[in-house]
């Protein structure tokens, strides 16, 4: 079967009931199937749903952003960071394009700073909310990019 473009909107909320995340303000998001662009226990689920399907999806932590890993976190002197002023809570983006991370800044004394790579949703059991809005055959331009274009894919071009 050719891969496919699927454009959803969803409410992801945790088990708490938090609301975490929302495309319902802007486009619908798009993927590409089969390329990892969506966590996989969410992409099995869509991919046999169609156009103005609704449902709620929940996905185990281990099959959303995998469990937390303390090894992923680490202690760095403060003098080795660009910035001054962090603050507890702080997230920015280290590593390429290729390998970008997102680390949280969670302990402050006053030589070190820990910062934490772990996913900020590792460990989260997920809930998503989602509508199917759109279904249709990759482009072969975005078959060799690996990713969806257009509203609510990657606007790179
Ligand atoms: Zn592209």
């Known amino acids: 079967m050719n891969p496919r ?3 959803f909107h ?3 909320t945790n088990n708490k009931g938090d609301e975490l995340d929302s495309s319902r303000s802007g486009d619908a998001f798009a993927f590409l199937e089969g390329v ?11 991919a046999g749903l169609k156009v103005g399907d609704k449902q709620k999806v929940e996905v185990a932590a281990e099959e959303a952003y995998g469990m937390r890993d303390d090894n992923l976190v ?13 603050q507890i ?3 920015f983006q280290a590593g390429d394009d290729q390998h970008m991370q997102i680390v949280t800044v969670t302990e402050i004394t006053a030589s070190h700073v ?5 996913h900020p949703l590792a460990g989260e059991d997920l809930i ?9 055959p990759a482009t072969m331009e975005e ?15």
Do not use: C
């Open 114 to 118: 820990t910062l934490d790579a772990n």
């Open 74 to 86: 680490m202690q760095v002197e403060k003098s080795q960071l660009p910035k001054e002023d962090l």
């Open 10 to 12: 969803y409410t992801l």
């Open 89 to 91: 809570g702080d997230q």
């Open 36 to 46: 990892g662009q969506i966590i996989p226990g969410l992409e099995k689920v869509l």
């Open 143 to 157: 078959l060799s990019h690996g990713h969806a274009h257009g509203a609510g894919g990657h606007h790179h071009h």
């Open 5 to 7: 473009v699927i454009s």
């Open 128 to 136: 998503f909310d989602v509508e199917i809005t759109e279904v249709r």
